[in-house]
């Protein structure tokens, strides 16, 4: 079959993401399985490397980029919306705290849906709010599970550590108390696409005073069963 689309600098392209599928290649490796010259698989690969299309790893080998696992994310990022409003408004009713969903963009979370609770001391985060990877316990579930490059360029900000991340890694929950914000305590958890990359992450946020200063105590298995019930949603729509 002709796998031409008639646009020749796309299709070697192709061919060069295609490659890397299998895992990491040299430019001799990338040159063997893609039948391109060398300068011309070198010129394709430094470009889709630009873009982020492409990257390095430890060795200086090819890899597939992160900018594809973003694209796979948004893809996906309508369904997890459309299921995220009824899981988090029962988030909020069982825990009777402000509930969040987060997503995360370069150097920063995005509050991408939320469940306020009706009255009282709250923490109020308005959807569409950007917030630092530097600090709370969904910034540390967005960065835990992340390739070791990434992970140690966040640590460098950050106000947890890497020790604090394996941890959350063990147990699959986060918290913070006072790291973001004084007074402010929080409970996250990780939601997973049908491959089980951690997309987003699941958040219950509200005063210390009633939160504790061992919020996941309280809250950890309610965060946990939201975030699970968004990963089990993402897994049937992709059936």
């Known amino acids: 079959m002709d796998n031409s689309s008639g646009v020749g600098v796309l299709d070697k392209a192709a061919l060069v993401l295609t490659a890397l599928e299998s895992g990491p290649a040299t430019l001799a490796g990338l040159v063997a399985a893609t039948g391109l010259a060398r300068p011309t698989a070198h010129r394709l690969a430094v470009a889709l490397e630009h873009h982020r299309l492409v990257a390095r790893d430890m060795q200086g080998r090819f890899i597939l980029g992160p900018r594809l696992a973003e694209l796979s994310a948004a893809a996906g990022e309508d369904r997890l919306l459309a299921a995220a409003g009824p899981v988090l408004a029962r988030l909020r009713d069982i825990t009777g705290e402000s509930a969040q969903l987060w997503r995360r963009q370069g150097d920063y979370r995005v509050c991408v849906a939320a469940a306020e609770r009706p009255s009282g001391l709250r923490d109020t985060i308005p959807v569409g709010s950007q917030i630092t990877m530097r600090a709370g316990s969904a910034a540390q579930i967005l960065l835990a599970w992340e390739?070791?490059?990434?992970?140690?360029?966040?640590?460098?900000?950050?106000?947890?550590?890497?020790?604090?991340l394996a941890g959350i890694r063990r147990r699959g929950w986060a918290q913070s108390v006072g790291e973001r914000e004084a007074g402010v305590a929080s409970v996250s958890a990780p939601v997973r696409s049908p491959s089980g990359k951690i997309i987003a992450a699941v958040s219950v946020s509200g005063p210390l005073e009633r939160l504790s200063r061992q919020p996941g105590r309280m809250h950890a298995p309610a965060v946990l069963a939201a975030a699970e019930r968004l990963s089990e949603a993402l897994r049937r729509a992709a059936e």
């Not at 070791?148 to 604090?164: E, I, K, N, V, Y």
């Open 147 to 164: 390739d070791p490059d990434r992970m140690h360029r966040g640590l460098q900000t950050a106000a947890f550590s890497a020790a604090a």
